[in-house]
Nanobody, 115 residues
Framework: QVQLVESGGGLVQAGGSLRLSCKAS????????MDWYRQAPGKQRELVAT???????NYADSVKGRFTISRDNAKNTVYLQMNSLNPDDTAVYYC?????????WGQGTQVTVSS
């Protein structure tokens, strides 16, 4: 069973920054892609950022230039650095990976941006 534990969420003012962390219970060295999703109240869960084992990154248009995804295989951890936050970024943020064909999600961490 794979466990993902997110941390780093909180309340921040518009324009501020947060750094989310997601620690996996397995080695992520061979995990091709790890992702961050978010879900705002009343909205569908959306893909925010992806990082591959080759360190290729992709971002949702809404966060390009503001968010940076990274991974530390030695620590089995993926990060999401979020800068220039605005109220539209308010959501529960989830870490995700696929392992042997199964999808695994963290419990989520709340990010609230006040105006």
């Amino acid at each position: 069973q794979v466990q993902l534990v997110e941390s780093g969420g909180g309340l921040v003012q518009a324009g501020g920054s947060l750094r989310l962390s997601c620690k996996a219970s397995i080695s992520i060295f061979s995990i091709n892609a790890m992702d961050w999703y978010r879900q705002a109240p009343g909205k569908q869960r959306e893909l925010v950022a992806t990082i591959t084992s080759g360190l290729t990154t992709n971002y949702a248009d809404s966060v390009k230039g503001r968010f940076t995804i990274s991974r530390d295989n030695a620590k089995n951890t993926v990060y999401l650095q979020m800068n220039s936050l605005n109220p539209d970024d308010t959501a529960v943020y989830y870490c995700h990976l696929r392992f042997w064909g199964d999808d695994y999600w963290g419990q989520g961490t709340q990010v609230t941006v006040s105006s």
